[in-house]
Nanobody, 124 residues
Framework: QVQLVESGGGLVQAGDSLRLSCAAS????????MGWFRQAPGKGREFVAA????????DYADSVKGRFTISRDNAKNTGYLQMNSLKPEDTAVYYC?????????????????WGQGTQVTVSS
């Protein structure tokens, strides 16, 4: 199994950028597809982005397409979410997740391993 720890969250103003990191330990990180999800107060966990094991394939929620970029460095066992042009509606706890599936998915139920989350707050 794999353990995940997110970092990089914080309080920023609208239009600013943040980069979240997801450090993995345990079994080979390159054996897992990775996803980022977020959860705002009173709402369900929402898909943000996902990336295949090799990093060759990505998928994004429409709400972040063109502003967020998911990437990974398997040599460093770390995944990233670069968030640009942040909006107040991006405020949420952001979670990274991992799964051994070959095809990346958008459903939280499709991921077996989760980090503890990092708070991102965007002020207007």
């Amino acid at each position: 199994q794999v353990q995940l720890v997110e970092s990089g969250g914080g309080l920023v103003q609208a239009g600013d950028s943040l980069r979240l990191s997801c450090a993995a330990s345990g079994r080979s990180f390159s054996s897992y597809a990775m996803g980022w999800f977020r959860q705002a107060p009173g709402k369900g966990r929402e898909f943000v982005a996902a990336i295949t094991r090799s990093g060759g394939g990505t998928d994004y929620a429409d709400s972040v397409k063109g502003r967020f970029t998911i990437s990974r460095d398997n040599a460093k066992n770390t995944g990233y979410l670069q968030m640009n042009s942040l909006k107040p509606e991006d405020t949420a706890v952001y979670y990274c997740a991992a799964d051994r599936a070959i095809v990346i998915g958008k459903s939280p139920g499709g991921y077996d391993y989760w980090g503890q989350g990092t708070q991102v707050t965007v002020s207007s």
